[in-house]
């Protein structure tokens, strides 16, 4: 027997004989993802921990590394505490997400990558490994707002266009909610720069296109 602490044990089956590998934590996803390698002893095993090696016969039956070396078709299974590591991993690009694009309303400050993990264990959220961090930080901010303050940080936008579209386009941020922090007049062109919802940028990019014949401007200050 061969003990071995500290390590993942993977399962793989092949040619009817089971066998398991002890590895390193992410060893196993990496190996799926292409990243590294995944056997780092030539040394299979037949038991976990403490580590029974097989019998040279179970071997010939069912070799796992076979001359020449190639990669080898059986797919091992994912660990419990690979995928503890996966979701952990997951949860935290969750919480980062959340604490780049969210502010506290009352501060205007963001709130910390520690205090969101925190946050969401609170409401009891969980993470889908099949779906991007993403959309479920989108998910997970309504239960946060049950909790505490907190919203979406306003896209700052700067526009200009016609003198002849000024109105128009003051109606259409303040239809959407948007917060007027300047505007000027620079020759024959109206320029504003506001705070916006996220979701209304399409159809304020979209004004600027359409309504000012070619002759407006739209830029991104800060997300």
Same mark, same amino acid.
Request: proline share 8%; glycine share 6%.
């Given at each position: 027997? *061969?003990?071995?602490?500290?390590?993942?044990?993977?399962?793989?089956?092949?040619?009817?004989?089971? =066998?398991?590998?002890?590895?390193? $934590?992410?060893? #196993?996803?990496?190996?799926?993802?292409?990243?590294?390698?995944? #056997?780092?002893?030539?040394?299979?095993? !037949?038991?976990?921990?403490?580590?029974?090696?097989?019998?040279?016969?179970?071997?010939?039956?069912?070799?796992?590394?076979? /001359?020449?070396?190639?990669?080898?078709? +059986?797919?091992?299974?994912? &660990?419990? *505490?690979?995928?503890?590591?996966?979701?952990?991993?997951? =949860?935290?690009? #969750?919480? &980062?997400?959340?604490? %780049? $694009? !969210?502010?506290?309303?009352?501060?205007?400050?963001?709130?910390?990558?520690?205090?969101? %993990?925190?946050?969401?264990?609170?409401?009891?959220? &969980?993470?889908?490994? $099949?779906?991007? +961090?993403? /959309?479920?930080?989108?998910?997970?901010?309504?239960?946060? *707002? &049950?909790? =505490?303050?907190?919203?979406?940080?306003?896209?700052?936008? *700067?526009?200009?266009?016609?003198?002849?579209? $000024?109105?128009?386009?003051?109606?259409?941020?303040?239809?959407?909610?948007?917060?007027?922090?300047?505007?000027?007049?620079?020759?024959?062109?109206? !320029?504003?720069? !506001?705070?916006?919802?996220?979701?209304?940028?399409?159809?304020?990019?979209? =004004?600027?296109?359409?309504?000012?014949?070619?002759?407006?401007?739209? %830029?991104?200050?800060?997300?």
């Amino acid at each position: 027997q *061969k003990r071995l602490t500290n390590i993942a044990v993977v399962r793989m089956k092949k040619h009817g004989k089971r =066998f398991e590998i002890a590895c390193y $934590k992410n060893k #196993v996803v990496n190996w799926r993802n292409g990243v590294g390698t995944l #056997v780092l002893t030539h040394t299979a095993a !037949c038991g976990g921990v403490p580590a029974r090696l097989p019998a040279p016969q179970q071997l010939h039956s069912a070799p796992l590394a076979p /001359a020449p070396p190639r990669p080898c078709p +059986a797919l091992p299974q994912v &660990s419990d *505490k690979e995928r503890r590591v996966e979701l952990d991993t997951l =949860f935290r690009d #969750v919480a &980062s997400v959340l604490s %780049e $694009k !969210c502010i506290n309303p009352e501060s205007n400050r963001p709130y910390t990558l520690s205090m969101l %993990e925190r946050a969401l264990r609170d409401v009891h959220f &969980s993470v889908d490994p $099949k779906r991007p +961090a993403k /959309a479920q930080a989108l998910e997970a901010l309504p239960l946060l *707002k &049950s909790r =505490f303050p907190i919203e979406r940080a306003r896209m700052r936008l *700067k526009l200009a266009v016609p003198l002849s579209s $000024k109105d128009e386009l003051l109606e259409l941020v303040r239809q959407q909610g948007g917060v007027v922090e300047e505007q000027d007049l620079i020759g024959s062109q109206f !320029c504003l720069v !506001c705070l916006v919802e996220p979701g209304t940028f399409r159809s304020v990019h979209s =004004f600027i296109q359409t309504s000012s014949g070619g002759m407006g401007r739209f %830029e991104v200050l800060a997300l």
